[in-house]
């Protein structure tokens, strides 16, 4: 058995078989002769380089979503036997598929197929995390306070006079106001 390359898939060679008892006629015909067809099999999936390792951290919008972008342009897809653009690359979910909320995450697969269709996937987590303070109104200018006679003061509670106004990813009746240090 010899390795037959892929480039020589379904090229036909004239195969002939001699039968040979008697040494005055080797440079005869062969016998037989007739076409032999060879077809290479190609059993080797595409290679992937680049698949990231770890999850990918995206961040929301200012409407708490993020549009998933074209992950296959960051990868380097080859294969053995068919050429760059005869691979089919598909991403799931495709772009542009909107995902929101602050820690969501999204499995991306990216397959690789070739014209054979052995396959190669590339699969990794979006982590979606939300960047964007919250506002508010409310929060008073810089104070003097005065010591008492130990050259301390007591801190107070300034929260009252704070309004959350608003968040991209978090309801108002879910915010948590906190102060630092505390009263």
Known sequence: TLPIPASLNGTTFEFGILWNND??????????VDNLVITGED?????????????????TDASCNFSI?????GLTITDNCSAPGDITITQNPSPGFVISGHNTTQTITITA?????????C????????????????????????????C???????????TVT??????????????????
């Open 23 to 32: 040494v005055s006629t080797i440079n005869n015909p062969p016998l037989a």
């Open 43 to 59: 059993n080797t999936a595409p290679t992937i380089a680049g698949c990231p390792l770890l999850e990918v951290k995206e961040y």
């Open 69 to 73: 972008p074209d992950y296959t342009s």
């Open 113 to 121: 197929t070739d014209e054979e269709g052995n396959q190669n996937q």
């Open 123 to 150: 699969i990794f987590d979006v982590l979606l995390l939300d960047d964007t303070p919250p506002t508010f109104s409310g929060c008073p200018a810089n104070l003097t306070e005065f010591l008492d006679g130990n």
């Open 152 to 162: 301390e003061a007591i801190t107070k509670d300034y929260t009252p006079s704070i």
């Open 166 to 183: 608003g968040d991209n990813c978090t309801s108002i009746g879910n915010m948590i106001l906190t102060q630092v240090p505390v009263p």
